[in-house]
């Protein structure tokens, strides 16, 4: 894992040093089992209630913000393409708790990839 920078970066670092005691590959480990269910499987045990996904968005929404720029521009898709299903497209600028929660875990897991990733660009 490389060396977190920033406040979300270092929360989702944390997260998954500590998680990851129990893995015998300990930080890939979990790291695996959160990409394989994504914060939806319940596995990041903070961020499974709406009130807590919102304050999370809320704390971290300027990186989560600059995450999703970068994944849109790298991507070009747009942010109804990218989520799917899964975001309300009648609240585009997520002013509401269901798209803040998408956001949420989209940061927390766009963070730990990104973590995760070695100097070859392989997870």
Known sequence: MRQPTSKLEKRV?????????EYSNKEQG????LMYGGCASGIVGHLCYYVDTVKFYKRYRNEISKLLYEVLKSTGCSV?????DSWNEED?????????????????EETA???????DGDN
């Open 30 to 33: 979990i790291y695996d089992d």
């Open 13 to 21: 670092a944390a997260w998954l040093r500590k998680e990851g005691k």
């Open 113 to 119: 990839r990104r973590l995760m990733e070695n100097e």
């Open 92 to 108: 585009p600028l997520a002013l509401d708790y269901y798209n803040q929660n998408v956001l949420a875990w989209f940061g927390f």
């Open 80 to 84: 109804s393409e990218l989520f799917g």
